[in-house]
């Protein structure tokens, strides 16, 4: 009897597992320990702060320097790309009364630029760069609000310095004033420095890399600045865009008439030769490949230029200057740097080369056209 009892328990426990095993197969059973949970956590954390640099040659391609033709006279200003039209972002003081606005983008190419909005009360505005249509504008926070600490970095153009850095943090929220006649409320005060030519420039989050407000104004001190929210500014920029003012049907259209070359000079010959050396150490050879001009490119295949510099750690520029070449609208420069490279045996030391390039427009942009290195013992 005992047997018959126990197989009978056995047989209905068999039963019962069967029963509950095949009406809650269907069902999903999420791990509740934390080893269990550690793979999603992982997958669905917040990304990893990026490296200050990688953001700020990131940001630096978005952002250009507008030079102002007006009744005044010549002024210098900032902007940034704010999306794929082409349209640019800047304070309406920079742009008041312009008869020509001529865009300087960060790899020293030049446009002609076309004002569609601007404010009356608000000292915000959007410039037209039909040219710069599909390129890549930055990220943007279209509702964030910031908090007293954010760490931060505003770019621009200070005295007329393209792609300048300061950084600092926000250091006060809903301040109010009036300038001139343009009303700021509510906007953020930062300690970043802004000077002259910086008005209009992005100020970044320095954690994500996204616009977070419009570098606006500054003391003379030189240590407050204050920059307006995009928050409060993103639908009116919105507007202007979707329904541009001042265009007239050829303004609508791409240029090209490329017949009218700029004048080089030095200063434009020498950023870009900077410009070029930075896109190296950040390791971003795309951009860099990409300001050689056409005979270059075509001897050099890109994965050759960018073996050549794949074990480049850091260059510092010692020296540098620029000369009129012989041929016209050419230019000359010769520059002295020390590179860090990683040898074979994962070591690193310090090479002194003197570098000399040619600079010259090629189907209207800017390149280097050709270079020459020799290694300094």
Request: aromatic share 8%.
């Amino acid at each position: 009897m005992s047997i018959l009892i126990t197989s009978l328990i056995l047989l209905v426990g068999i039963a019962g597992a069967f029963v509950i095993n095949n009406y809650y197969s269907h069902y999903t059973v999420e791990a509740t320990s934390s080893i269990g949970d550690a793979h999603n956590e992982k997958r669905n954390a917040p990304s990893v702060e990026r490296d200050l640099k990688s953001i700020i040659h990131e940001s630096q391609k978005g952002v250009v320097q507008l030079d102002v033709e007006s009744d005044a006279g010549k002024s210098v200003g900032s902007g940034f790309l704010y999306n794929e039209n082409g349209d640019i972002v800047t304070n309406a003081h920079v742009v008041t009364g312009a008869k020509k606005i001529t865009v300087r983008t960060a790899d020293a190419q030049q446009y002609e630029g076309k004002l569609i909005g601007i404010g009356e009360s608000t000292d915000v505005a959007v410039v037209r760069v039909l040219d710069l249509q599909g390129q890549s504008p930055l990220p943007v926070m279209e509702d964030h609000v910031a908090d007293i600490g954010d760490e931060i970095i505003a770019l621009g153009s200070p005295l007329g310095l393209q792609n300048s850095v300061t950084t600092g943090i926000i250091s006060g929220l809903d301040r109010d004033f009036a300038l001139d006649h343009y009303t700021y409320s509510g906007v953020y005060q930062i300690s970043a420095p802004i000077a002259p030519g910086n008005s209009g420039g992005p100020l970044i989050n320095k954690s994500t890399g996204e616009v977070m407000a419009i570098n606006s104004a500054g003391t003379e001190e030189g240590s407050i600045g204050f920059s307006i929210p995009m928050k409060d500014v993103y639908d009116q920029l919105l507007e202007w865009s979707k329904h541009p003012e001042n265009l007239s049907k050829k303004d609508q259209e791409p240029n090209t008439d490329h017949d009218v070359t700029p004048k080089l000079n030095a200063e434009d010959s020498e950023y870009l030769v900077k410009y070029f050396y930075d896109s190296l150490v950040i390791g971003d050879y795309v951009t860099a490949y990409s300001l050689l001009g056409s005979e270059w490119q075509k001897n050099t295949p890109y994965e050759k230029f960018r073996k050549s510099y794949i074990q480049t750690i850091d260059i510092t520029i010692n020296q540098i200057k620029s000369e009129p070449s012989k041929e016209e609208n050419t230019m000359k420069v010769t520059i002295i740097i020390d590179a860090l490279e990683r040898k074979k045996d994962r070591e690193t030391k310090t090479y002194v080369y003197k570098c000399s390039y040619t600079i010259s427009y090629e189907n209207n942009q800017l390149k280097i056209i050709s270079g020459q290195t020799t290694k300094i013992e």
